[in-house]
């Protein structure tokens, strides 16, 4: 009984953990702002967000607050890497240690080959770094290593 909870629960947390939203930061790696008001952070947004987001796509920074604010729309996807349907790290079906840290350390070279060893999927649909992984949720999807 204990091991199925904990297996339950590391599955809400993983739940959790998949398609997660960043707001957008500027590109002096400052907190975003509207133009208008530096106390208009995608926080000051979220306060009242279906008020403020409806008028979100003024007073441009860089970005407007509907494309900065994970709240009205906007910000950035991480990508998650896929886990086994147990909720362990995916590896590879020919050794445990080919995860997705493994393969990103070649990421170049390991990833054309992606497409083999199946362990429930294969590299290239469980590894961000071989363009897979998960990002479900907000705005334009954040890979690397094609």
């Known amino acids: 009984m204990r091991a199925l909870l904990a297996i339950l629960a590391l599955g809400a947390v993983l739940a959790s953990v998949e398609g997660v939203c960043v707001d957008k930061t500027l590109s002096n790696g400052t907190v975003w702002h509207d133009q208008k008001r530096s106390r208009r952070t995608c ?38 890497d896929e ?27 390991r990833c054309k080959n992606g497409h083999k060893n199946r362990n429930e999927l294969v590299a290239n649909e469980a ?20």
């Open 43 to 80: 926080a000051w947004y979220e306060k009242k967000s279906e008020q403020r987001c409806r008028r979100g796509d003024r007073n441009r920074n860089e970005f407007v607050a509907n494309e900065a604010c994970c709240v009205c729309g906007g910000g950035d996807e991480v990508c998650v």
């Open 83 to 109: 886990t086994l349907s147990d909720g362990t790290v995916w590896h590879d079906k020919k050794r445990s240690r080919r995860t997705c840290a493994w393969y990103a350390k070649k990421s170049e070279q």
């Open 127 to 146: 590894c961000c770094v071989c363009g897979g992984g998960n990002s479900t949720g907000c705005g334009p999807r954040v890979r690397k290593g094609r």
